[in-house]
T-cell receptor
Framework: AQKITQTQPGMFVQEKEAVTLDCTYD???????LFWYKQPSSGEMIFLIY??????QNATEGRYSLNFQKARKSANLVISASQLGDSAMYFC???????????FGSGTKLNVKP | GAGVSQSPSNKVTEKGKDVELRCDPI?????LYWYRQSLGQGLEFLIY????????KSGLPSDRFSAERTGGSVSTLTIQRTQQEDSAVYLC??????????????????FGPGTRLTVT
């Protein structure tokens, strides 16, 4: 079974609007971390936000927030007030604390329209 | 401080040749990962090093792939007898446990710029 599933290969959003990128995960480890990374066309991987499995509140970092629904095993990324510079690939990832690998989803390509 | 560096940034090689890709992690980071990213695809885990522990090689696609990490710092990924399907971007990341606000902690990964390998 896939550890991380991103079901949206591509998304479009109008500039200044909010957008949600979906991510579901699969683990039996009670302790894990969830991550989102941005990969612009330049190829670098940029860390955006982190959510721990025991965190009581949803993580927020500036315009990024993580909608963590533990029972549903989902960790959707919400980008508010989209900007043209947000156009990129976005990857969801998970690290199980009993193991050391990071599992990555297949990514969602976000295009922000002016 | 300096981030993760990788060399070369680009490598073109003929099928059947061996290649070595280098990763210099952030000083003090105990964990080091290698990933492969084919064009338009996600990241494929290859191998993981943590301190002096035996590496987790479970992601290496064949015995043509090997990696070592000398002195707990620099790592070299070696691909022997390269094939065209080995063409991809090879990304290295180093990781450390970092404290976050509110007493939380996270293993953040810091990625290098990657090596683009083309096998002709």
């Amino acid at each position: 079974a896939q550890k991380i599933t991103q079901t949206q290969p591509g998304m479009f959003v109008q500039e200044k609007e909010a957008v949600t990128l979906d991510c579901t995960y699969d683990t039996s480890d009670p302790s894990y971390g969830l991550f989102w990374y941005k990969q612009p066309s330049s190829g670098e991987m940029i860390f955006l936000i982190y959510q721990g499995s025991y965190d009581q509140q949803n993580a927020t970092e500036g315009r990024y927030s993580l909608n963590f629904q533990k029972a549903r095993k989902s960790a959707n990324l919400v980008i508010s007030a989209s900007q043209l510079g947000d156009s990129a690939m976005y990857f969801c990832a998970m690290r199980e604390d009993n193991f050391n690998k990071f599992y990555f989803g297949s990514g969602t390509k976000l295009n922000v329209k002016p | 401080g300096a981030g993760v560096s990788q060399s070369p940034s680009n490598k073109v090689t003929e099928k059947g040749k061996d290649v070595e890709l280098r990763c210099d992690p952030i000083s003090g980071h105990t964990a080091l990962y290698w990933y492969r990213q084919s064009l338009g695809q996600g990241l494929e885990f290859l191998i993981y090093f943590q301190g002096n522990s035996a590496p987790d090689k479970s992601g290496l696609p064949s015995d043509r792939f090997s990696a070592e990490r000398t002195g707990g710092s620099v790592s070299t990924l070696t691909i022997q007898r390269t094939q065209q399907e080995d063409s991809a971007v090879y990304l290295c990341a180093s990781s450390i446990l970092v404290g976050l606000a509110g007493g939380r902690a996270s293993y953040e990964q810091y990625f290098g710029p990657g090596t683009r390998l083309t096998v002709t």
